[in-house]
């Protein structure tokens, strides 16, 4: 008898774990999108309804984050401060100012989203409840010194909103809050024991507009979210698919012209008797010369050939040898081999120190380059030319000069081995300036160096020795 109830019992196990499992796999569309969130700014005229009358207008400001639970039910959080005046005129002035900061959370039902005749709501009806936690400060009949008091909050109200954009809208509430505890009826800082006119609680009432903007991008797929549900018609999604579905096009198997595509996806429906067709009904050109397979004597010709009207390509006769052989004798006697030229090579040149003509260290890279053409190439001759810059006499710029090639050519005969009997010398002072620089320029202080072409060495021009770092006189005699 137990096996038997343990049979019975994992038998019943095992048929709840299938149903579970089949409702684990079968699929369910939701038809309530990802919604954005509502950030507002609050903006009003506090007021305190209690034992001294309030005095108009009272200021106050706050701000407030709401998001929905579904098409008619949402959450909002805010905090709000305020300040306001109650005075009462009679024999003996009472006088009391209050200044309020409170945070809660409500509880806010759209009354209106109930109805499903609209996509969107354009206006939407309010009403809301929550909890709060307020501090208040009193000053009471010009005291020099105010009360602090404070309690938790419940919190009442209705409103109306209007929707002008996706994104925006305005809103115009009256939330009334009391505070609970003893404390309550502190609010205009009069509780009037004994008094006929007591209240026992004061009341804080808030009418005040709201500035209310949407913001959200996208939800997890991918998917632009949508405006706030308490907005959004509950049937929106479910109608938008039905009109979907309404939308399709009735299945008609009309076939015109019989090659087996129905006219509603047949882009050719008068298509010849018996012609093949593609899947979209239009006859068939498989070489694509513009004359159909069924006209086509050659329905596979060879691309890049016109065509006659039967769909023949023309194809040349072939090419023979001596077709061949004309050809590039042709081709090589048109060719025309351009006579040598000499060779130009590209040298660096050498810079120097201001008024110096020694050979600075990190110039022998520019020489090593100079030696190795001349040792590769041992017909070659160069020039190697001396300059200056601007600065100095002439005449002294002209020795200047003369040295500086003088010191290159030594270099390379002395460190480089190279013959000196391959370098010819050349001066030309500060003339041939590359930058027009008046002043000091390294770049015009240099040696130069090209391939010899008939030039002959110069001579040193006349002048007393220039290059040891200064020189004295006046520029227009020479020193």
């Known amino acids: 008898m137990t096996v038997r109830k343990l049979t019975f019992a994992l038998l019943l196990t095992f048929f709840g774990l299938g149903l579970a499992a089949q409702e684990a796999s079968s699929t369910y569309r939701s038809f309530t999108p990802a919604d954005q969130w509502e950030v507002g700014v609050d903006l009003g005229t506090p007021m305190v309804v209690g034992d001294i009358d309030a005095k108009f207008p009272g200021f106050g400001g706050g701000l407030h984050v709401r998001k929905s ?3 008619v039910f949402s959450v909002r ?6 300040a306001m005046e109650n005075e009462n005129t009679g024999t003996n002035t009472d006088k009391s100012e209050t200044t309020w900061f409170s945070g809660s959370g409500q509880l806010v039902m759209t009354v209106n989203n109930l109805r499903f005749d609209k996509p969107y709501r354009k206006v939407g009806l309010n009403v809301f409840g929550g909890l709060g936690y307020s501090s208040f400060d009193v000053t009471a009949n010009g ?6 008091y404070s309690g938790a909050t419940v919190e009442v109200g209705a409103g109306l909103a209007f929707r002008f954009s996706p994104k925006f809208n305005l809103g115009i509430e009256y939330t009334v809050a009391q505070v609970l505890g003893s404390d309550g009826d502190l609010l205009d800082g009069d509780n009037n024991v004994g008094d006929s006119r007591t209240t026992y ?7 005040h507009l709201s500035l209310n903007f949407n913001i959200g991008g996208k939800d997890k797929n991918g998917n632009k979210k949508t405006e706030p549900l308490y907005w959004v018609n509950p049937m929106e999604s479910a109608g938008s698919a039905i009109a979907a579905l309404e939308a399709r096009p009735i299945y008609d198997p009309t076939d015109t012209d019989g090659d087996g595509i129905i006219d509603a996806i047949d882009d050719e429906d008068n298509s010849p ?3 093949r067709v593609d899947t979209k009904g239009v006859t068939l050109d498989s070489d694509g010369d513009k004359v159909p397979n069924y006209m086509d004597k050659e329905p596979f010709s060879p691309p890049g050939y016109t065509v006659n009207k039967d769909g023949v390509a023309q194809v040349p006769k072939p090419i023979t040898e001596s077709d061949v052989n004309r050809i590039v004798d042709a081709k090589i006697a048109a060719i025309k081999i351009p006579e040598p030229k000499p060779t130009e090579w590209f040298l660096p040149m050498i810079n120097f120190n201001d008024n110096r003509y020694d050979v600075r260290h990190s110039e022998y890279e520019k020489l090593y380059q100079v030696a190795n053409v001349l040792k590769n190439n041992p017909s070659l001759k160069v020039v190697a030319v001396g300059h200056t810059d601007a ?7 002209a020795v200047l000069s003369y040295n500086r090639a003088k010191a290159a050519i ?3 005969v002395s460190q480089f081995g190279v013959s000196r009997d391959r370098i010819i010398l050349n001066w030309a002072g500060e ?14 202080r240099r040696v130069e160096f090209r391939v010899a072409k008939g030039e002959t060495e110069m001579a040193r021009p006349e002048g007393k020795e220039a290059g040891k770092g200064s020189f004295k006189g006046n520029k227009d005699a020479g020193y």
């Open 201 to 207: 609680r004061d009341a804080f009432h808030w009418p």
């Open 391 to 397: 600065r100095g006499p002439e005449g002294y710029n």
């Open 410 to 412: 030594e270099t390379l």
């Open 273 to 275: 008797a018996g012609a």
């Open 143 to 148: 005291a020099s010194t105010s009360e602090s």
């Open 69 to 71: 639970l579904g098409h």
């Open 77 to 82: 959080v805010g905090g709000l401060y305020g």
């Open 431 to 444: 003339t041939t300036g590359l930058v027009p620089e008046k002043g000091s320029s390294v770049i015009n």
